[in-house]
Structures are given as structure tokens and as C-alpha cells.
Nanobody, 118 residues
Framework: QVQLVESGGGLVQPGGSLKLSCAAS????????MGWYRQAPEKQRELVAT???????NYADSVKGRFTISRDATKNTVYLQMNSLKPEDTAVYYC????????????WGQGTQVTVSS
């Protein structure tokens, strides 16, 4: 089992910044990709950004140039720096940890709310 604990969400004005953190613990040795997903009200969960164990990154087109995903292997933590936030970024953000070769090795955090509003 893998436990994921997210933090850093909150209320921010349009154009502002937030940094999300996700700390992984438990049986983490098989993780080869971590990422952030988000789900807005009445919408499906969507990928925001992922980072592999070799630090290869992937971003949704809607956040490219504004969001940056990073990881600190010594702390088993992945971060999402979000800049130039827009109201449409409002959602619950979920951390994910997985092994791309092992479908059942797929874990989610509890989610953290990000609200962008004036």
C-alpha cells in the first residue's frame, strides 16, 4: 500500500500562485510515475502533469507554461507549482502514484481544493 498526503491548496486570486505538495509513504519502491490530476464540479477527472522516476515530465496543454511539476526523491515528495492561475483552474487536485507496468499499483491522495476567484 502507498499513502499519499496532499497539502497546499486554498483560495487565490486570478493571476496568483500556489504550490501543492504530495508526500508518499508506505510501499513506494515500485513507483515509477507520479502526477497531479484535477476534477472540477460536474466534470471528469483530468490529467494536469506527471513526472517519471527519471524526471521526464508531461503537461496538459491548458497548464503548459504556467504549472511546473517537480520531485524531491529524498523526501518522497512531488510538487506542483501553479502560477498565473485562472478561474478555470478551480478544482479538487489529486495526487497519483503508479507503476506504468503494473495496473493494480495505482494510488490516489484524498484531494486538495484549489479555488481561483476574486
Amino acid at each position: 500500500q502507498v499513502q499519499l498526503v496532499e497539502s497546499g491548496g486554498g483560495l487565490v486570486q486570478p493571476g496568483g500562485s500556489l504550490k501543492l505538495s504530495c508526500a508518499a509513504s508506505g510501499s513506494i519502491s515500485r513507483i515509477n510515475v507520479m502526477g497531479w490530476y484535477r476534477q472540477a464540479p460536474e466534470k471528469q477527472r483530468e490529467l494536469v502533469a506527471t513526472i517519471t522516476s527519471s524526471r521526464s515530465t508531461n503537461y496538459a496543454d491548458s497548464v503548459k507554461g504556467r504549472f511546473t511539476i517537480s520531485r524531491d526523491a529524498t523526501k518522497n515528495t512531488v510538487y506542483l507549482q501553479m502560477n498565473s492561475l485562472k478561474p478555470e483552474d478551480t478544482a479538487v487536485y489529486y495526487c497519483n502514484a503508479a507503476n506504468t507496468a503494473w495496473k493494480s499499483y495505482n494510488y490516489w491522495g484524498q484531494g486538495t481544493q484549489v479555488t481561483v476567484s476574486s
